[in-house]
Protein backbone atom coordinates (compact mmCIF):
# COMPACT_ATOMS: atom_id res chain seq x y z
CA UNK A 1 0.00 0.00 0.00
CA UNK A 2 1.50 3.38 -0.95
CA UNK A 3 1.07 5.74 1.75
CA UNK A 4 1.94 9.17 3.00
CA UNK A 5 5.04 8.12 5.04
CA UNK A 6 6.49 6.48 1.98
CA UNK A 7 6.72 9.82 0.58
CA UNK A 8 8.23 12.27 3.05
CA UNK A 9 7.54 15.90 3.08
CA UNK A 10 10.79 17.41 2.94
CA UNK A 11 9.13 20.55 4.03
CA UNK A 12 8.56 24.27 2.01
CA UNK A 13 10.59 24.56 -0.76
CA UNK A 14 12.16 27.87 -0.20
CA UNK A 15 13.85 28.83 -3.59
CA UNK A 16 12.44 32.03 -5.10
CA UNK A 17 12.09 31.22 -8.50
CA UNK A 18 14.14 34.25 -10.03
CA UNK A 19 17.13 36.21 -9.85
CA UNK A 20 17.13 37.69 -6.69
CA UNK A 21 17.11 41.66 -6.58
CA UNK A 22 19.45 42.12 -3.31
CA UNK A 23 22.45 39.85 -2.09
CA UNK A 24 22.05 36.88 -0.25
CA UNK A 25 25.15 37.75 2.17
CA UNK A 26 27.37 35.36 0.93
CA UNK A 27 30.70 36.14 2.42
CA UNK A 28 32.66 34.24 -1.10
CA UNK A 29 29.75 35.77 -3.42
CA UNK A 30 28.85 39.10 -1.58
CA UNK A 31 32.33 39.90 0.40
CA UNK A 32 31.63 40.09 4.72
CA UNK A 33 30.21 43.95 4.78
CA UNK A 34 27.30 43.56 7.36
CA UNK A 35 23.88 43.68 5.93
CA UNK A 36 21.94 43.45 9.49
CA UNK A 37 22.74 44.74 13.11
CA UNK A 38 23.09 41.01 13.90
CA UNK A 39 25.77 40.77 11.34
CA UNK A 40 27.56 44.73 12.35
CA UNK A 41 28.08 43.57 15.98
CA UNK A 42 29.59 39.63 15.27
CA UNK A 43 32.24 41.66 12.67
CA UNK A 44 33.24 43.90 15.32
CA UNK A 45 33.90 41.85 18.15
CA UNK A 46 34.05 37.92 18.12
CA UNK A 47 31.75 36.39 20.51
CA UNK A 48 34.04 34.22 21.78
CA UNK A 49 35.69 37.71 22.97
CA UNK A 50 33.27 38.47 25.98
CA UNK A 51 33.75 35.94 28.55
CA UNK A 52 36.85 38.02 29.46
CA UNK A 53 34.54 40.90 30.04
CA UNK A 54 31.87 38.93 32.05
CA UNK A 55 34.79 37.94 34.25
CA UNK A 56 36.68 40.83 35.08
CA UNK A 57 33.81 43.85 34.47
CA UNK A 58 30.55 42.54 34.10
CA UNK A 59 30.68 40.05 36.95
CA UNK A 60 31.79 42.56 39.21
CA UNK A 61 29.55 45.46 38.49
CA UNK A 62 26.10 43.37 37.78
CA UNK A 63 24.00 43.22 35.50
CA UNK A 64 23.53 46.97 34.82
CA UNK A 65 27.42 47.10 33.63
CA UNK A 66 26.48 44.72 31.21
CA UNK A 67 26.87 46.66 27.57
CA UNK A 68 23.64 46.00 25.80
CA UNK A 69 25.42 44.31 22.50
CA UNK A 70 26.87 41.84 24.48
CA UNK A 71 24.10 40.98 26.63
CA UNK A 72 22.02 40.78 23.83
CA UNK A 73 24.27 39.30 21.48
CA UNK A 74 27.77 37.48 22.85
CA UNK A 75 26.54 36.55 26.03
CA UNK A 76 25.03 33.13 23.80
CA UNK A 77 28.25 32.29 23.05
CA UNK A 78 28.79 31.54 26.06
CA UNK A 79 25.71 29.52 26.97
CA UNK A 80 23.81 32.35 28.52
CA UNK A 81 20.66 33.86 27.71
CA UNK A 82 18.44 36.54 29.80
CA UNK A 83 15.31 34.48 30.86
CA UNK A 84 11.66 35.95 30.86
CA UNK A 85 10.32 38.25 33.16
CA UNK A 86 7.63 37.05 35.66
CA UNK A 87 3.98 37.71 35.09
CA UNK A 88 4.36 39.12 31.57
CA UNK A 89 1.46 37.47 29.76
CA UNK A 90 1.87 36.18 25.88
CA UNK A 91 0.04 38.27 24.82
CA UNK A 92 2.87 41.04 25.01
CA UNK A 93 4.99 39.19 23.68
CA UNK A 94 5.49 40.35 20.12
CA UNK A 95 4.73 43.67 21.54
CA UNK A 96 7.89 44.38 24.08
CA UNK A 97 11.42 45.21 23.24
CA UNK A 98 13.46 42.36 24.17
CA UNK A 99 14.75 44.49 27.40
CA UNK A 100 11.24 44.80 28.57
CA UNK A 101 10.80 41.41 28.68
CA UNK A 102 13.93 40.17 29.81
CA UNK A 103 14.74 39.93 33.92
CA UNK A 104 17.93 40.25 35.17
CA UNK A 105 18.88 36.27 35.52
CA UNK A 106 19.90 34.03 32.77
CA UNK A 107 20.02 30.99 31.61
CA UNK A 108 23.00 28.75 31.26
CA UNK A 109 23.42 26.15 29.16
CA UNK A 110 25.90 23.55 30.13
CA UNK A 111 27.17 21.69 26.73
CA UNK A 112 26.84 18.04 26.55
CA UNK A 113 28.46 16.67 23.35
CA UNK A 114 27.38 13.07 22.96
CA UNK A 115 25.11 13.27 26.01
CA UNK A 116 28.28 11.89 28.00
CA UNK A 117 28.34 12.28 31.85
CA UNK A 118 30.43 11.04 34.84
CA UNK A 119 28.27 10.50 37.84
CA UNK A 120 30.87 12.90 38.87
CA UNK A 121 30.08 15.87 36.61
CA UNK A 122 26.61 14.86 36.96
CA UNK A 123 26.62 15.77 40.42
CA UNK A 124 28.53 18.94 39.91
CA UNK A 125 25.75 20.20 37.94
CA UNK A 126 23.76 19.46 40.83
CA UNK A 127 25.33 21.17 42.99
CA UNK A 128 25.70 24.22 41.02
CA UNK A 129 22.06 23.93 40.09
CA UNK A 130 21.16 24.27 44.14
CA UNK A 131 23.55 26.95 45.03
CA UNK A 132 23.47 29.70 42.37
CA UNK A 133 19.86 28.62 40.39
CA UNK A 134 17.48 27.75 42.62
CA UNK A 135 17.49 24.45 42.06
CA UNK A 136 16.15 24.44 38.49
CA UNK A 137 17.11 22.32 35.72
CA UNK A 138 15.91 21.00 32.62
CA UNK A 139 16.46 18.34 30.58
CA UNK A 140 16.63 19.71 27.11
CA UNK A 141 15.82 17.49 24.21
CA UNK A 142 19.61 18.51 22.70
CA UNK A 143 21.39 16.73 25.46
CA UNK A 144 22.27 19.76 26.99
CA UNK A 145 21.05 20.84 30.71
CA UNK A 146 19.68 24.05 30.87
CA UNK A 147 19.67 26.25 34.70
CA UNK A 148 17.90 29.40 35.04
CA UNK A 149 18.11 31.99 38.01
CA UNK A 150 21.40 32.85 37.27
CA UNK A 151 23.30 35.87 38.34
CA UNK A 152 25.95 37.75 36.28
CA UNK A 153 27.91 37.89 39.58
CA UNK A 154 28.36 33.90 40.29
CA UNK A 155 29.41 32.90 36.32
CA UNK A 156 33.09 32.96 36.77
CA UNK A 157 32.66 30.67 39.57
CA UNK A 158 30.10 28.17 37.81
CA UNK A 159 33.01 28.28 35.02
CA UNK A 160 35.63 27.22 37.55
CA UNK A 161 33.43 24.46 38.50
CA UNK A 162 32.24 23.10 35.18
CA UNK A 163 35.89 23.25 33.77
CA UNK A 164 37.42 21.73 36.66
CA UNK A 165 35.94 18.81 35.58
CA UNK A 166 35.87 19.01 32.10
CA UNK A 167 32.70 20.73 30.74
CA UNK A 168 31.98 23.94 29.38
CA UNK A 169 29.32 26.43 28.26
CA UNK A 170 31.33 27.37 25.34
CA UNK A 171 29.09 27.60 22.22
CA UNK A 172 26.17 26.14 23.68
CA UNK A 173 24.30 29.09 22.00
CA UNK A 174 24.80 32.05 19.15
CA UNK A 175 25.84 31.43 16.18
CA UNK A 176 28.50 28.68 16.12
CA UNK A 177 28.29 24.78 16.38
CA UNK A 178 26.13 24.07 18.97
CA UNK A 179 26.60 21.05 21.19
CA UNK A 180 26.97 17.36 18.89
CA UNK A 181 24.43 15.51 19.39
CA UNK A 182 25.47 11.55 20.20
CA UNK A 183 24.20 8.24 20.64
CA UNK A 184 23.76 7.22 24.23
CA UNK A 185 24.64 3.92 23.77
CA UNK A 186 27.84 4.94 22.20
CA UNK A 187 30.29 2.17 23.29
CA UNK A 188 27.98 -0.17 25.43
CA UNK A 189 25.01 -0.97 23.17
CA UNK A 190 25.46 -4.87 22.10
CA UNK A 191 23.97 -3.88 18.62
CA UNK A 192 26.16 -0.92 17.64
CA UNK A 193 27.53 -0.67 14.05
CA UNK A 194 30.57 1.52 15.17
CA UNK A 195 31.08 3.61 18.45
CA UNK A 196 31.06 7.46 17.39
CA UNK A 197 32.83 8.87 20.89
CA UNK A 198 36.19 9.05 19.04
CA UNK A 199 34.99 11.38 16.47
CA UNK A 200 32.40 13.35 18.43
CA UNK A 201 35.86 13.87 20.76
CA UNK A 202 37.64 14.98 17.73
CA UNK A 203 35.05 17.58 16.33
CA UNK A 204 34.62 18.92 19.73
CA UNK A 205 38.36 19.53 20.09
CA UNK A 206 39.55 20.01 17.37
CA UNK A 207 36.77 23.01 16.20
CA UNK A 208 34.85 24.24 19.25
CA UNK A 209 35.60 27.47 20.62
CA UNK A 210 37.83 27.88 17.38
CA UNK A 211 37.54 31.95 16.04
CA UNK A 212 37.53 31.00 13.06
CA UNK A 213 33.96 29.05 12.96
CA UNK A 214 32.44 31.21 15.70
CA UNK A 215 30.65 33.48 12.91
CA UNK A 216 28.11 31.32 10.98
CA UNK A 217 25.14 32.63 9.66
CA UNK A 218 22.72 31.11 12.36
CA UNK A 219 23.10 28.50 14.59
CA UNK A 220 24.61 25.24 13.35
CA UNK A 221 23.86 22.04 14.55
CA UNK A 222 25.28 18.24 14.72
CA UNK A 223 24.52 14.93 14.75
CA UNK A 224 26.69 11.49 14.78
CA UNK A 225 25.07 8.04 15.73
CA UNK A 226 26.90 4.59 15.45
CA UNK A 227 23.48 2.93 16.67
CA UNK A 228 20.72 1.26 14.31
CA UNK A 229 18.02 2.94 16.23
CA UNK A 230 19.56 6.12 14.60
CA UNK A 231 18.89 7.70 17.87
CA UNK A 232 19.63 10.87 16.64
CA UNK A 233 16.79 12.67 14.94
CA UNK A 234 19.25 12.95 12.25
CA UNK A 235 17.15 14.25 9.90
CA UNK A 236 16.76 17.55 11.84
CA UNK A 237 20.16 18.86 11.98
CA UNK A 238 22.69 20.93 10.07
CA UNK A 239 25.32 18.20 9.31
CA UNK A 240 24.76 14.51 10.47
CA UNK A 241 26.49 11.26 9.92
CA UNK A 242 24.47 8.15 10.25
CA UNK A 243 26.38 4.71 11.07
CA UNK A 244 26.40 2.52 7.77
CA UNK A 245 28.08 -0.55 6.21
CA UNK A 246 29.35 -0.01 2.74
CA UNK A 247 29.65 -3.44 1.13
CA UNK A 248 33.24 -2.75 -0.03
CA UNK A 249 34.63 -0.25 2.25
CA UNK A 250 33.22 -1.70 5.84
CA UNK A 251 31.37 0.60 8.89
CA UNK A 252 31.54 4.02 8.19
CA UNK A 253 29.15 6.62 8.20
CA UNK A 254 26.39 8.34 5.88
CA UNK A 255 26.11 11.91 5.43
CA UNK A 256 23.23 14.02 5.31
CA UNK A 257 22.99 17.81 5.74
CA UNK A 258 20.40 20.59 5.86
CA UNK A 259 17.54 19.34 8.11
CA UNK A 260 15.90 21.66 10.30
CA UNK A 261 12.48 22.91 11.46
CA UNK A 262 11.63 26.36 13.17
CA UNK A 263 9.06 28.20 11.14
CA UNK A 264 9.71 26.90 7.49
CA UNK A 265 10.74 22.82 8.30
CA UNK A 266 12.73 21.09 6.18
CA UNK A 267 13.96 17.26 6.48
CA UNK A 268 17.77 16.66 5.95
CA UNK A 269 18.73 15.46 2.82
CA UNK A 270 21.64 12.38 1.87
CA UNK A 271 24.54 13.26 -0.14
CA UNK A 272 25.11 9.61 -1.05
CA UNK A 273 28.49 10.11 -0.10
CA UNK A 274 30.63 7.30 2.52
CA UNK A 275 32.16 8.88 5.03
CA UNK A 276 35.14 6.69 6.85
CA UNK A 277 35.34 7.46 10.22
CA UNK A 278 38.81 8.90 9.70
CA UNK A 279 37.38 11.68 7.60
CA UNK A 280 34.40 12.53 9.58
CA UNK A 281 36.28 15.45 11.42
CA UNK A 282 37.44 16.86 7.96
CA UNK A 283 34.08 16.17 6.39
CA UNK A 284 32.48 18.22 9.44
CA UNK A 285 34.71 20.91 9.19
CA UNK A 286 34.08 20.98 5.30
CA UNK A 287 30.72 21.69 5.35
CA UNK A 288 30.54 24.12 8.14
CA UNK A 289 32.82 25.85 6.46
CA UNK A 290 29.98 26.12 2.95
CA UNK A 291 27.88 27.33 5.89
CA UNK A 292 30.41 30.18 6.91
CA UNK A 293 31.60 31.12 3.78
CA UNK A 294 28.26 30.55 1.07
CA UNK A 295 25.50 30.68 3.89
CA UNK A 296 22.86 33.34 3.78
CA UNK A 297 23.54 35.99 5.38
CA UNK A 298 21.41 39.76 4.75
CA UNK A 299 17.84 38.09 6.43
CA UNK A 300 18.04 36.40 9.48
CA UNK A 301 14.54 34.13 8.59
CA UNK A 302 16.73 32.56 5.61
CA UNK A 303 20.01 32.21 7.38
CA UNK A 304 19.89 28.30 8.23
CA UNK A 305 21.66 25.87 5.79
CA UNK A 306 18.67 24.35 4.87
CA UNK A 307 18.30 27.65 2.57
CA UNK A 308 21.09 27.28 0.92
CA UNK A 309 20.69 23.11 0.55
CA UNK A 310 16.98 24.03 -1.35
CA UNK A 311 18.76 26.39 -3.52
CA UNK A 312 21.80 24.52 -4.47
CA UNK A 313 20.49 20.50 -4.94
CA UNK A 314 22.29 17.75 -3.19
CA UNK A 315 24.75 17.29 -6.22
CA UNK A 316 25.87 20.71 -5.81
CA UNK A 317 26.22 21.22 -2.48
CA UNK A 318 28.43 17.87 -2.44
CA UNK A 319 30.27 19.39 -5.30
CA UNK A 320 31.27 22.03 -3.88
CA UNK A 321 32.71 20.52 -0.28
CA UNK A 322 34.54 17.92 -2.28
CA UNK A 323 36.05 20.41 -4.57
CA UNK A 324 36.56 23.58 -2.56
CA UNK A 325 37.32 22.21 1.05
CA UNK A 326 38.21 18.01 1.09
CA UNK A 327 41.59 17.00 0.42
CA UNK A 328 40.08 14.43 -2.40
CA UNK A 329 36.28 13.47 -3.14
CA UNK A 330 34.49 11.36 -1.17
CA UNK A 331 33.07 7.54 -2.50
CA UNK A 332 29.45 6.40 -3.16
CA UNK A 333 27.70 4.95 0.06
CA UNK A 334 24.67 3.22 0.97
CA UNK A 335 21.54 4.73 2.98
CA UNK A 336 21.47 3.29 6.16
CA UNK A 337 18.49 0.65 6.54
CA UNK A 338 14.89 1.67 8.25
CA UNK A 339 15.55 1.66 12.20
CA UNK A 340 15.09 -1.45 14.08
CA UNK A 341 14.14 0.04 17.66
CA UNK A 342 12.96 3.14 19.42
CA UNK A 343 16.01 5.59 19.83
CA UNK A 344 14.66 6.68 23.30
CA UNK A 345 16.63 3.92 25.09
CA UNK A 346 13.88 4.18 27.95
CA UNK A 347 13.91 1.03 30.02
CA UNK A 348 16.62 -1.85 30.83
CA UNK A 349 19.15 -3.08 28.09
CA UNK A 350 21.90 -5.83 28.10
CA UNK A 351 24.81 -3.79 27.36
CA UNK A 352 27.40 -5.77 25.36
CA UNK A 353 29.89 -5.98 28.36
CA UNK A 354 27.27 -8.23 30.08
CA UNK A 355 26.34 -5.52 32.09
CA UNK A 356 23.31 -3.23 32.00
CA UNK A 357 21.84 -0.26 31.46
CA UNK A 358 18.81 1.54 32.24
CA UNK A 359 16.53 4.60 30.17
CA UNK A 360 14.62 6.35 32.72
CA UNK A 361 11.89 9.23 31.76
CA UNK A 362 11.60 12.47 33.65
CA UNK A 363 8.72 14.54 33.73
CA UNK A 364 9.02 16.20 30.31
CA UNK A 365 12.42 17.24 31.19
CA UNK A 366 11.38 19.15 34.08
CA UNK A 367 13.96 17.87 37.20
CA UNK A 368 16.17 19.66 39.76
CA UNK A 369 19.70 20.36 40.76
CA UNK A 370 18.71 18.02 44.23
CA UNK A 371 17.05 15.02 41.51
CA UNK A 372 20.66 15.76 39.64
CA UNK A 373 22.77 15.37 42.77
CA UNK A 374 20.80 12.45 44.45
CA UNK A 375 20.83 10.46 40.93
CA UNK A 376 24.62 10.71 41.33
CA UNK A 377 24.68 8.77 44.26
CA UNK A 378 22.07 6.52 43.52
CA UNK A 379 24.14 5.60 40.25
CA UNK A 380 27.26 5.26 42.28
CA UNK A 381 25.49 3.03 45.24
CA UNK A 382 24.62 0.59 42.46
CA UNK A 383 27.80 0.17 40.79
CA UNK A 384 27.66 2.85 37.90
CA UNK A 385 30.05 5.82 37.76
CA UNK A 386 28.43 6.94 33.86
CA UNK A 387 25.21 8.81 32.86
CA UNK A 388 23.85 9.80 29.93
CA UNK A 389 21.09 12.63 28.51
CA UNK A 390 19.21 11.35 25.38
CA UNK A 391 17.15 13.62 22.16
CA UNK A 392 14.27 12.92 23.50
CA UNK A 393 14.56 14.71 27.25
CA UNK A 394 15.40 11.24 29.17
CA UNK A 395 18.44 10.05 30.94
CA UNK A 396 20.08 6.88 30.89
CA UNK A 397 22.45 5.19 33.61
CA UNK A 398 24.93 2.92 32.29
CA UNK A 399 27.28 -0.26 33.75
CA UNK A 400 25.09 -1.94 35.98
CA UNK A 401 25.48 -5.24 37.10
CA UNK A 402 22.33 -7.66 36.63
CA UNK A 403 21.82 -7.73 40.48
CA UNK A 404 22.03 -4.14 40.68
CA UNK A 405 18.88 -3.12 38.42
CA UNK A 406 15.59 -4.14 40.27
CA UNK A 407 17.14 -1.92 43.41
CA UNK A 408 18.25 1.28 40.86
CA UNK A 409 14.89 1.20 39.04
CA UNK A 410 13.00 1.36 42.30
CA UNK A 411 15.74 4.34 42.88
CA UNK A 412 14.71 6.25 40.34
CA UNK A 413 11.08 6.04 40.64
CA UNK A 414 11.47 7.22 43.94
CA UNK A 415 13.29 10.30 42.11
CA UNK A 416 10.81 10.40 39.87
CA UNK A 417 12.51 8.94 37.11
CA UNK A 418 10.38 6.13 35.66
CA UNK A 419 12.19 3.64 33.88
CA UNK A 420 8.84 1.94 33.05
CA UNK A 421 7.13 5.10 31.99
CA UNK A 422 3.60 5.16 30.51
CA UNK A 423 3.40 5.40 27.08
CA UNK A 424 2.03 9.34 27.31
CA UNK A 425 4.72 9.95 29.64
CA UNK A 426 7.57 8.59 27.15
CA UNK A 427 6.26 9.83 24.11
CA UNK A 428 5.83 13.63 25.57
CA UNK A 429 8.63 16.22 25.30
CA UNK A 430 8.18 19.50 25.86
CA UNK A 431 10.69 22.99 25.80
CA UNK A 432 11.31 25.54 28.17
CA UNK A 433 7.66 27.82 27.71
CA UNK A 434 6.56 31.42 28.75
CA UNK A 435 8.04 30.54 32.39
CA UNK A 436 11.24 31.36 31.42
CA UNK A 437 11.46 32.02 27.77
CA UNK A 438 11.05 35.19 26.21
CA UNK A 439 9.57 34.20 22.74
CA UNK A 440 6.97 32.08 24.19
CA UNK A 441 3.76 32.95 24.08
CA UNK A 442 1.83 29.64 25.98
CA UNK A 443 3.61 27.67 29.48
CA UNK A 444 4.29 24.21 28.13
CA UNK A 445 6.17 21.72 30.95
CA UNK A 446 3.24 22.33 33.34
CA UNK A 447 0.52 22.39 30.74
CA UNK A 448 1.96 18.69 29.20
CA UNK A 449 2.79 17.11 32.45
CA UNK A 450 -1.08 17.78 33.49
CA UNK A 451 -2.06 16.55 29.93
CA UNK A 452 0.65 13.46 31.12
CA UNK A 453 -1.25 13.06 34.07
CA UNK A 454 -4.91 13.32 32.41
CA UNK A 455 -3.91 10.76 29.81
CA UNK A 456 -2.86 8.28 32.30
CA UNK A 457 -5.78 8.22 33.92
CA UNK A 458 -8.20 8.31 30.91
CA UNK A 459 -6.51 6.12 28.65
CA UNK A 460 -3.83 3.99 30.76
CA UNK A 461 -6.42 0.91 30.30
CA UNK A 462 -6.08 1.33 26.80
CA UNK A 463 -2.13 1.38 26.32
CA UNK A 464 -1.93 -2.78 25.41
CA UNK A 465 -4.22 -1.60 22.43
CA UNK A 466 -2.50 1.61 21.57
CA UNK A 467 0.60 -0.75 21.96
CA UNK A 468 3.61 1.88 21.02
CA UNK A 469 4.00 5.75 22.25
CA UNK A 470 2.12 8.47 20.65
CA UNK A 471 4.50 11.06 20.47
CA UNK A 472 3.04 14.45 22.19
CA UNK A 473 5.34 17.90 21.76
CA UNK A 474 4.72 20.89 23.10
CA UNK A 475 6.27 24.21 22.09
CA UNK A 476 5.52 27.42 23.28
CA UNK A 477 6.19 29.50 20.15
CA UNK A 478 6.26 29.04 16.52
CA UNK A 479 10.23 28.10 16.47
CA UNK A 480 10.00 24.23 17.50
CA UNK A 481 12.50 23.74 19.78
CA UNK A 482 10.45 20.82 20.55
CA UNK A 483 9.94 19.19 17.08
CA UNK A 484 6.19 20.13 16.86
CA UNK A 485 6.31 19.02 13.00
CA UNK A 486 7.77 15.61 13.81
CA UNK A 487 5.53 14.09 16.19
CA UNK A 488 2.49 12.25 16.12
CA UNK A 489 0.93 15.62 17.72
CA UNK A 490 2.92 18.30 17.53
CA UNK A 491 1.15 21.82 19.63
CA UNK A 492 2.50 25.04 18.23
CA UNK A 493 1.89 27.81 21.11
CA UNK A 494 -0.02 30.86 20.27
CA UNK A 495 -2.60 32.81 21.10
CA UNK A 496 -6.02 31.28 19.51
CA UNK A 497 -9.56 32.32 19.43
CA UNK A 498 -12.24 30.12 21.38
CA UNK A 499 -15.87 30.78 21.47
CA UNK A 500 -14.56 34.44 20.19
CA UNK A 501 -11.89 35.10 23.00
CA UNK A 502 -8.42 35.10 22.96
CA UNK A 503 -6.67 32.90 24.72
CA UNK A 504 -3.48 31.00 25.33
CA UNK A 505 -3.51 27.48 23.02
CA UNK A 506 -2.02 25.60 20.67
CA UNK A 507 -2.25 24.58 16.58
CA UNK A 508 -2.05 21.45 15.99
CA UNK A 509 -0.02 19.38 13.80
CA UNK A 510 -0.60 15.77 12.95
CA UNK A 511 1.29 12.64 11.83
CA UNK A 512 4.48 13.66 11.85
CA UNK A 513 7.84 11.42 12.66
CA UNK A 514 11.40 10.52 11.99
CA UNK A 515 12.29 7.31 10.56
CA UNK A 516 11.74 4.78 12.90
CA UNK A 517 10.67 1.16 13.23
CA UNK A 518 7.70 1.70 11.91
CA UNK A 519 7.95 4.04 9.07
CA UNK A 520 10.65 4.07 6.59
CA UNK A 521 11.57 7.69 6.12
CA UNK A 522 10.83 11.06 8.05
CA UNK A 523 7.89 13.06 7.58
CA UNK A 524 6.61 16.17 8.66
CA UNK A 525 2.97 16.55 10.19
CA UNK A 526 0.11 18.13 8.43
CA UNK A 527 -1.72 20.82 9.77
CA UNK A 528 -5.92 20.96 9.66
CA UNK A 529 -7.38 24.68 8.71
CA UNK A 530 -8.51 26.17 12.14
CA UNK A 531 -7.80 22.83 14.57
CA UNK A 532 -6.81 24.93 17.76
CA UNK A 533 -6.85 23.79 21.41
CA UNK A 534 -6.77 26.23 24.15
CA UNK A 535 -3.88 25.60 26.85
CA UNK A 536 -6.01 23.74 29.51
CA UNK A 537 -7.47 21.34 26.97
CA UNK A 538 -4.46 19.46 25.99
CA UNK A 539 -5.34 15.91 27.30
CA UNK A 540 -9.04 16.44 26.13
CA UNK A 541 -8.05 16.83 22.47
CA UNK A 542 -5.27 14.22 22.63
CA UNK A 543 -8.05 11.72 24.15
CA UNK A 544 -10.24 12.11 21.36
CA UNK A 545 -8.23 11.84 18.54
CA UNK A 546 -6.12 8.88 20.04
CA UNK A 547 -9.68 7.41 20.81
CA UNK A 548 -10.78 7.95 17.03
CA UNK A 549 -7.55 6.58 15.85
CA UNK A 550 -8.44 3.55 17.96
CA UNK A 551 -11.81 3.24 16.35
CA UNK A 552 -10.58 3.38 12.59
CA UNK A 553 -7.29 2.45 12.11
CA UNK A 554 -6.89 -0.58 9.76
CA UNK A 555 -4.55 -3.25 11.05
CA UNK A 556 -1.16 -2.05 12.72
CA UNK A 557 -1.91 1.15 11.06
CA UNK A 558 0.33 3.85 13.28
CA UNK A 559 -1.40 6.74 14.38
CA UNK A 560 0.86 9.03 12.03
CA UNK A 561 0.08 7.09 9.09
CA UNK A 562 -3.36 7.16 10.11
CA UNK A 563 -3.61 11.17 10.93
CA UNK A 564 -2.63 11.72 7.51
CA UNK A 565 -5.30 9.91 5.18
CA UNK A 566 -8.36 10.41 7.95
CA UNK A 567 -10.55 13.42 7.28
CA UNK A 568 -10.47 16.63 8.54
CA UNK A 569 -13.93 15.82 10.35
CA UNK A 570 -11.81 12.67 12.12
CA UNK A 571 -9.28 15.05 13.61
CA UNK A 572 -11.15 17.75 15.05
Keep these: MTTPQQTPIRGARTRTGRTPTKPHGQWLVDGTEPLNGNEEFKLADNGLNVRERIETVYAAGGFQSIDPTDLHGRFRWWGLYTQRKPGIDGGRTAQLE ?34 FARDSADLTDRQNVQLHWIRVEDVPEIWRRLEEVGLST ?49 KYKTAITGHPSQDVVHEINDCAFVAVEHPELGIGYDLWVGGALSVVPRLGERLGAFVSPDRVAEVWHG ?24 DWGTEKFREVLETEYLDSPLPDGPAAPKPTSLGDHVGVHAQKDGRFYVGAAPLVGRVSGSTLTALADLAEVHGSHRV ?57 KANAARAIQQLEERLGALEPEIGRPITLHVNGCPNSCARI ?43 VRGLKVPADGIADYAERVIRRYLTDREQDETFAHWAHRADEEALQ
Design 170 to 218: TEACGDVPRVILGSPVAGIAADELIDPTPQIEEIAARFIGDPTLANLPR
Design 388 to 444: RTTPYQKLLVLDLPESEVDGLVAGLDALGLSARPSLFRRGTIACTGIEYCKLAIVET
Design 485 to 527: QTADIGLKGQLVSIDGEQVPGYQVHLGGGLAGPDREDAGLGRT
Design 287 to 310: VTQIFRDYGYRRLRNKARLKFLLA
Design 98 to 131: PHELEDEYFMLRVRIDGGQLTTHQLRVIGEISTT
